[in-house]
């Protein structure tokens, strides 16, 4: 069992036996420095490994004058990872791309996996709108040219070793009608996304990435039968479905693999 007895800090328990255990102390996070709260936190399936981000306020532990507001609360930029048996904790920092962690699962079948996902800094979306609407309005632009938009979703995947090595996986944007991530199943990442209206049933040619079907139950049915045919998926979404699934890059072709093969994939 994972809790958080105060905001800033974090226990696990074993609560399989007759007598509760503790496996993990109440272990402090973000330092001394910040005052800081638990936002999101996720256990791996096999109880080995906790994974926490934080909101953290400037200050330390100074008290604002009396009449001052309170300092904002901000997401902090880094991913806590906490190896339970080994009693090792680690970190992996978005802050380099400005990017901050918002949530995180662990992968069902793989504890060493996680997804997570990340969201444009405060402070880097508002610069961000400020380039683009300058250069909108005819601005000056740098050498460089006129800056990107800055993809409001991403998802990162990470493996935690048992020796607490973080391992940056991969990172991909997502696409922008997916409202935030539910989810991590080799060899797809679960997004939440509006309802589907029809379908979409969408059939994906594992050869050359050409995507055909359509939304009635005819179409899918005619999708389907492509698919099998040719040796594609059929990733499809129920009308009202606000599920979507997404193929993670390093496991595209994995989708007809039984979950023992899949197992095997992602260890090697």
Not at 45 to 57: E, F, H, K, M, P
Not at 175 to 197: F, K, N, T
Request: charged fraction near 20%.
């Amino acid at each position: 069992m994972l809790m958080a007895p105060l905001p800033d800090r974090m226990q696990v328990w074993d609560v399989s036996r007759k007598e509760p255990k503790q496996l993990l102390g109440a272990r402090k996070l973000g330092g001394d420095a910040l005052n800081a709260k638990v936002a999101q936190i996720a256990i791996s399936s096999d109880g080995t490994r906790v994974a926490a981000c934080l909101q953290t306020q400037p200050g330390g532990v100074n008290k604002p004058k009396p009449g001052s507001p309170p300092a904002p609360w901000a997401n902090d930029p880094r991913l806590f990872l906490q190896l339970v048996e080994a009693d090792v904790l680690v970190t992996h920092d978005f802050g380099p791309t400005a990017r901050v962690p918002s949530a995180m699962y662990w992968e069902a079948s793989d504890p060493k996996l996680i997804g997570v996902e990340t969201r444009p800094s405060a402070a880097h979306a508002a610069a961000n709108a400020a380039a683009l609407s300058a250069a909108s309005l005819g601005s000056t632009l740098p050498p460089s040219g006129p800056p990107a938009p800055v993809a409001p979703l991403e998802v990162t995947t990470l493996f935690c070793t048992p020796e607490g090595e973080v391992r940056l996986h991969n990172t991909v944007p997502v696409d922008p009608e997916h409202q935030g991530l539910l989810a991590v199943r080799v060899p797809h990442l679960y997004c939440l996304a509006p309802a589907a209206e029809k379908g979409p049933y969408l059939y994906v040619n594992s050869a050359d990435g050409a995507e055909t079907g359509g939304g009635d139950a005819d179409e899918a049915a005619a999708a389907a039968a492509a698919a099998t045919a040719h040796g594609g998926a059929l990733p499809a979404a129920a009308k009202g479905s606000r599920v979507r699934r997404v193929v993670m890059r390093d496991f595209a072709g994995m989708e007809a693999l039984d979950e023992e093969t899949r197992k095997v994939r992602v260890t090697l």
